[in-house]
C-alpha cells in the first residue's frame, strides 16, 4: 500500500478551506494539515461589512466553518493561532510558529498549498498609527471597528472601492455622519466614470459627505481624528476606516525564492502550481491569467479564490483529469443603498491605458417589462474588439436586475461570444423577469448596428461650432431637461422628417436623446437623408453629470 500523501495548506479561510475540503473529497487516506496565523478558519470575509451595519445580526453566521466542524467533517488537522515561518524546499518541511507559545515545529509535506491572501495597504502616513485608524480584513477587526463606530458620530472611509462604498452605508444605517474621501475624481475607481453617476447621486442623497480626487496626507491626533488631506481641506473623524486596496501576502514565497510577480503576487500556471512544481498557490496572494487577453493579472476576490483552491486540490488528486484554470475576469458588484454597481472584464480605461483596440456603447432601458409595475432603470456599458465582435468586457448599474445581466455577460466573455451572439441571446422572458429584447440584447443590437455602419455612437458632445447638435426629445422634455449645451436645435422625432430643411447638409450632426434609442432613430432618418451623423450613446442619461451641470463631457 502507498504511504498517504501529506499535504499541508497555507491559510485556513476562502482558498485554503477550499482547497482542504476539495482534497478530503477526493481522498480519504491523505494526511492533511491546515495552517492558519488567526483563530479563525474559513470565515466570510465578504460578510464583514454588513455585520458592522447590523445587517447580518449573528456573528457566528460569518463563520462558514470553524475549526472543531473543519475537524470533524473533513478530518483535516487544523492549527490556528499557528504561522508557516518558513519553507525549505529542498527538505520538503515548513516550520511552523505557535503564536500563544512562541514555540516552534516542523513537518513534513508532500504537496504544500499557499493559501495566504493579501493584508490591507496601510501607507506610512504621519499619525496613522492611531488606535482610531483601522483597516477590515478579520473577524478581530470588525469587532474592533463595531465597538469604536458605538460612540463614534463622525466617520471617514478613505477610499470609495467596494468594501468602502458597503462601510459608507453600513455606517449610515448606524447613523453615523459618514464622509467618504477618494483618490480619484470618481466612486468605484475600477468603473468608467460614467457608469458611477447614479451612485454618486444615490450617496449624496444618503447624505454621506462625498470627497473626490483627493487623498489623506495626515492624522492629527486630538480629541477628535483630523485627517489632512493633499487639499489641505480637513475631516474630523472619531473613526476611520482605511479601504484602500491590498498587497498580496507572499513574504514566505518571497523567502523560499519561488517566482514572483512584479507586484509581489506569486506566479501560477494553469493548475496553480507555482515554480515549485510540488507547491501550489491560489487566491489572493497569486497573480494569474487575464481570460479575455491572456496577461498576468491579480483579481483580489472570493470567487476565484474559492475556485482556485479547489483547483489546486484537483491537480494534486487528479492530475489526469483537473481542468485548467481559464484565467480571471474580475467579475464584481457592490450594492450602495438602493444602487447595484458592477463590471465583469476590461473597462474603458484599462483598455485604452493597455494601448488596445475596442469599440464601445452605452444602453438605457428597464430591467423588466416598462408596462409592469415596479420596472427600474438599468444603464449597461459594453465593451468589443472590433476586428472580432468579441465582448472584453461590461458594466452595468441600476437599481434592479444589476447582477443578473453582469452574470450573464460574465457567461457570454468566458465563452467567448460575440455582439452578434448577445443580439440572439434567448433569455427567460416574461413581463416579472425581463423584457422580450432584454437590454443584454439591446447591447448586442446596438453594438452590431455600430459595428455595421448603421450608426456611429460618440460618447460625448465636441466642443465644435461646425457640429449641429440635435436634441430628439419632446419639447416639455427639453423644457424640464434643458440639454447643457446652448445652440442646440430641438425637433423631435415625430417632426423629423418634415423638418429635415432645418439642419445644414454640409456640416455634420450628432443625435442627442434622453436614453439613446431615440436619437438612434433620428440617426437613421438623416443617414438616409444623406447627412454625415452619430448619436449619442446611452442619451443624456449616461453622460450628464450632475455636479457640472453646465457642461456635458467632451472628447
Ligand atoms: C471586508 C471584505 C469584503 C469583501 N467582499 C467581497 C465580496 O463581496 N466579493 C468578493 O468576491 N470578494 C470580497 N472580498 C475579498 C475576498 O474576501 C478575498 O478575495 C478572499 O477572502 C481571498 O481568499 P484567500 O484565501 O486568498 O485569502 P484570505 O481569505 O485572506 O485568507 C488568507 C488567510 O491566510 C492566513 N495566513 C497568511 N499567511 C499565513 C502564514 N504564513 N501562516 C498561516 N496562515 C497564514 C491569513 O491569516 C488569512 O486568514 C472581501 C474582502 C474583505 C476583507
Redesign the pocket.
Known amino acids: 500500500m502507498n504511504a498517504p500523501l501529506h499535504l499541508v495548506i ?7 478551506a477550499s482547497a482542504a475540503a476539495r482534497a478530503r473529497r477526493l481522498s480519504e487516506s491523505a494526511v492533511i494539515t491546515l ?4 483563530p ?1 478558519v474559513s470565515f466570510a ?2 460578510g ?2 454588513y455585520f458592522i451595519g447590523g445587517e447580518i445580526k449573528s456573528r457566528d453566521a460569518l463563520a462558514v466553518q470553524t475549526p472543531a466542524t473543519l475537524k470533524s467533517l473533513l478530518a483535516v488537522d487544523v492549527r490556528t493561532s ?4 518558513a519553507i525549505d524546499r529542498a527538505a520538503k518541511r515548513v516550520t511552523l510558529r505557535h503564536l500563544a507559545s512562541a514555540t516552534t515545529e516542523s513537518l513534513p509535506y508532500d504537496k504544500l498549498i499557499l ?4 493584508v ?1 495597504l496601510r501607507p506610512s502616513l504621519p499619525g496613522i498609527d492611531d488606535p482610531r485608524v483601522f483597516t ?3 473577524l478581530q477587526d470588525m469587532d474592533r471597528i463595531k465597538a469604536a463606530a458605538t460612540t463614534a458620530q463622525r466617520i471617514a472611509v478613505i477610499g470609495a472601492g ?2 468602502g462604498l ?1 462601510l459608507a452605508e453600513q455606517f449610515t444605517h448606524l447613523g453615523k455622519q459618514v464622509t467618504l474621501v477618494e483618490l480619484t475624481p470618481q466612486l468605484l475607481p475600477p468603473l468608467d466614470h460614467p457608469m458611477t453617476k447614479l451612485l454618486e447621486d444615490e450617496l449624496r442623497k444618503r447624505h454621506v459627505e462625498l470627497i473626490l480626487g483627493d487623498s489623506v496626507g495626515a492624522f492629527e491626533p486630538g480629541p477628535a481624528l483630523t485627517c489632512r488631506l493633499a487639499s489641505s481641506r480637513t475631516v474630523v473623524a472619531d473613526l476611520v476606516v482605511l479601504s484602500i486596496g491590498v498587497r498580496p ?1 507572499s513574504a ?1 514565497a518571497l523567502a523560499a525564492g519561488l517566482d514572483l510577480g512584479p507586484r509581489g503576487h506569486i506566479r501560477v500556471n494553469a493548475f496553480m502550481q507555482t515554480s515549485d512544481a510540488d507547491i501550489y498557490a ?4 497569486i497573480e494569474t491569467e487575464d481570460l479575455v487577453t491572456g496577461d498576468p493579472v491579480a483579481v ?6 474559492n475556485r482556485q ?1 479547489r483547483l489546486a486540490a484537483d491537480h494534486i488528486f487528479r492530475p489526469a483529469s483537473a481542468r485548467p484554470y481559464p484565467g480571471a475576469l474580475g467579475t ?1 458588484i ?1 450594492r450602495a443603498f438602493d444602487v447595484a454597481a458592477g463590471l465583469t472584464g476590461w473597462t474603458e480605461k484599462r483598455l485604452r491605458a493597455a494601448g488596445r483596440d475596442f469599440r464601445t456603447v452605452t444602453v438605457n432601458d428597464n430591467h423588466h417589462a416598462g408596462y409592469f409595475p415596479g420596472a427600474k432603470p438599468l444603464l449597461l456599458k459594453l465593451l468589443w474588439a472590433p476586428d472580432t465582435g468579441r465582448l472584453l468586457g461590461a458594466q452595468c448599474t441600476g437599481l434592479a436586475g444589476v447582477d443578473k445581466r453582469l452574470d450573464v455577460l460574465a457567461t457570454a466573455i468566458t465563452g467567448g461570444l460575440t455582439i452578434d451572439d448577445l443580439a440572439q441571446l434567448e433569455l427567460a422572458y416574461a413581463p416579472p423577469f425581463g423584457a422580450a429584447k432584454d437590454i443584454v440584447n439591446l447591447a448586442g443590437f446596438t453594438a452590431s448596428n455600430a459595428r455595421d455602419g448603421l450608426v456611429t455612437p460618440v460618447d460625448a458632445l465636441p466642443d465644435d461650432p461646425a457640429v449641429q447638435i440635435l436634441d430628439v426629445r419632446p419639447p416639455p422634455l427639453v423644457a424640464s431637461h434643458p440639454l447643457p449645451r446652448a445652440g442646440a436645435l430641438n425637433i423631435p422625432l415625430g417632426a423629423l422628417r418634415g423638418r429635415l430643411g432645418e439642419l445644414d447638409r454640409t456640416r455634420p450632426v450628432i443625435t442627442v436623446c434622453a436614453l439613446g434609442k431615440t436619437a438612434y432613430f433620428a440617426a437613421r432618418i438623416l443617414a438616409q437623408n444623406g447627412f454625415q451623423v452619430s448619436a449619442l450613446t446611452g442619451g443624456i442619461r449616461a453622460h450628464f453629470d450632475p455636479r457640472s451641470p453646465a457642461k456635458l463631457p467632451t472628447p
Not at 495552517?35 to 488567526?38: D, K, S
Not at 499557528?82 to 515561518?85: F, H, K, N, P
Not at 493559501?115 to 493579501?118: E, N, R, S
Not at 483580489?300 to 479564490?305: I, M, N
Open positions: 497555507v491559510g485556513g479561510v476562502a482558498a485554503g495552517i492558519e496565523r488567526g479563525d470575509n465578504c464583514l461589512p499557528t504561522e508557516v515561518t493559501a495566504p491572501g493579501a490591507p477590515l480584513r478579520s467596494f468594501i458597503e501576502d514566505l491560489a487566491g489572493d496572494a483580489p476576490l472570493g470567487g476565484p479564490a483552491g464584481a457592490v
